[in-house]
């Protein structure tokens, strides 16, 4: 979230609001006699300007604060100087302006690459756990593709071997068409799930988006006994599609890994008037939320406020990175939105993600 001074001053009001400042600075230097206090209020519209414009529009600040300064000392100053003094005067401000302008400069393209690695270093993370993921669901996507692989091999034999006549082998061909079609959606699920998808966003319907990660999930909670229902409403959202992908499937593992002898996990997307004060909210906005609920034995109590923390896991070593929920938790963060939990010993463990309409 934006601090409050981007909320007053930001990169399209910067260069009129730092005008504005030098000229009040100028008029307070012709109306006192405080000059040094004025030059030292020259600096505010300079480092305005260079923070939220760059380095030349932060000269061009400089050129104006030493003008407005030099036409205040020669055609409104009451003050008798001579033109020498005012001479050494300006070249002074002006080395102080530069100086200050490259100082501004400098920490500002310091802070943005630092924060350009530290959104690459994220970036890498969540592809690490996307990647993380894909593996748990490799050997029931490899179970997934055996049964269309068998019809298929079944069907190109009977055509082979001419053990059908040619109405039959019509129809065994249009068999083999839709196993393929089926292995075909299936492998570009994966795909897409371990997919770097950048940052762009797109509307996207958020049921058919459960629908279809709990189609990659399906053959993994059958294994557990688990057995997953989905229900709700077509709902759209602007988001990214592969990383609302992995905060769901993220959620739907550790639900399916809670419930080791089995039980139902219940994913449901509807609206709801929620106030999220980590995004801002000042009062009631409509959010869509994603509930996904399990009938696990619950989270302790004393455990339930840390396990969005980084690197924070109750699985034993080897068994999990604590990577997974923080992950999840910054990336609905970074869609405007928010992830919450709730849980209660022997009733099961709820998740709602908010995101905005």
Known sequence: MRSRLYGLVNERNALPVGVGAALLAALGDALTAAEIAFT?????PIALVTWFRGRKYGLAMVVFCVASSAFTGLFIDPRRVTLLALFWNLVGEALIFLLFSYTMASLRLRIDNEMNLRLSALEELRHAERLNTIGKLASGVAHELGTPLNVIAGRA???YTGRIDLAGAKGSASIIGEQADRMSRIIRGL???G????TETHPENLLQLAEETIELLRVLAKKAGVEIVVSGRDIKSQVNRSEIQQVLSNLLTNAIQAMPTGG???VSVDEEQAVLRETGDKGQRCYARITVRDEGPGILPQILPKIFDPFFTTRSVGEGTGLGLSIAYGIVRDHGGSLRVQ???GEGTTFHVFLPR
Not at 195 to 198: A, F, L, P, V, Y
């Open 343 to 345: 849980s209660a010993l």
């Open 191 to 193: 795909l897409d799930f």
């Open 195 to 198: 997919h770097r998808s950048g």
């Open 40 to 44: 030292l209020i020259y600096l505010l």
């Open 157 to 159: 034999e009977l055509i």
């Open 264 to 266: 139902r996990i219940e």
